[in-house]
């Protein structure tokens, strides 16, 4: 079987799941090889009491990536990017996806740009142009949160944000109602496709999501990296490739803290290891509805 290789920079902690520690096995166990740059080392996530680390500068990103240069090891079928705290970082991060797309034109950007959630921001606000003018456009697969949508741009369309660039963007939470009712969260796709007889259409699909009452951390990075795996065996379905994500044991994981109690950031940890078989077998649980538009 052909080589399949990502290059994933992301953050990474130490215990629990989020990031680098979010993707990379999921991605392993589904036959991909993957090359992880930390953009940041923290103890466990921030969303913990207490929380210790390193945040890896532009001038170390550089001095990784040439090491890897030097050693002509430097060829990817896909990138996958998420968090970074840095302007410099950033950039650097910009110039080493346009060096691999140049070497392989057929390379796949998954950005997953994780400016905020639940109203705040993670990062400084002078990565929002960063993200806007220049890694955006970048991209050939976006997801953005409801959050994260709402600060790279003002309106509520997906086709704006495929005017940037990506011809993929999937919007992993909204505050649209679900017309399942207040017990479901809508997650939106959009996916630019060349059908058979050479038109060119927008397929766009809607998910009904049933919510779970908790905060879960990890699962936008889980998201991507499954997204990408499932792009490569289904490049022109979105639909499959947005429901054949996730791992299980969120319910379960709340019932550990015992009745009436409020589970801590430990007991909210993804149960990736025990979720490999969904992995790498995944039941569909989650049925979208598609409507395909001409594009202009």
């Not at 009712?181 to 809508?186: A, E, N, R």
């Amino acid at each position: 079987m052909q080589e399949r290789r990502v290059l994933s920079i992301q953050s990474h902690v130490v215990r629990g799941y989020v990031g680098n520690k979010s993707a990379v096995f999921p991605l392993q166990v589904l036959g991909f090889e993957v090359d992880s740059i930390n953009s940041v080392q923290f103890s466990n996530h921030t969303g913990y009491a207490h929380w210790k680390g390193q945040v890896l500068t532009a001038e170390e990103l550089n001095v990784l990536y040439e090491g890897i240069k030097l050693n002509n090891v430097h060829h990817y079928d896909y990138i996958l990017t998420g968090y970074s705290r840095d302007t410099s970082f950033l950039e650097t991060v910009v110039d080493i996806i346009k060096e691999l797309k140049t070497a392989n034109p057929d390379l796949v950007y998954v950005c997953d740009p994780v400016l905020g959630d639940q109203g705040a921001m993670y990062v400084p606000e002078n990565l929002l142009p960063i993200y806007k003018t220049k890694v955006v456009p970048l991209a050939d697969i976006l997801t953005p949160n409801q959050f994260e949508r709402k600060r790279l741009t003002a309106r509520r369309v997906m086709d704006l944000l495929h005017d940037m660039g990506p011809e993929t963007v999937v919007l992993t939470s909204t505050d649209l109602r679900s017309k399942r009712g207040g017990g479901f969260l809508v997650a939106l796709g959009s996916q630019k496709i060349k059908k058979a007889d050479g038109t060119r259409v927008s397929q766009k699909i809607w998910m009904d999501i049933p919510k779970v009452d908790a905060v879960f951390v990890g699962t936008g990075d889980l998201f991507a990296a499954m997204l990408l795996a499932w792009t490569h065996h289904h490049p022109t379905d979105l639909k499959v490739r947005a429901a054949a994500v996730g791992p299980r044991g969120a319910r379960r994981r709340l019932t550990t803290a015992g009745p009436g109690k409020k589970p801590s950031p430990a007991q909210l940890e993804l149960r990736m290891v025990q979720s490999k078989a969904d992995i790498e077998n995944p039941t569909i649980v989650v049925q979208a509805e598609v409507l395909e538009t001409p594009l202009h």
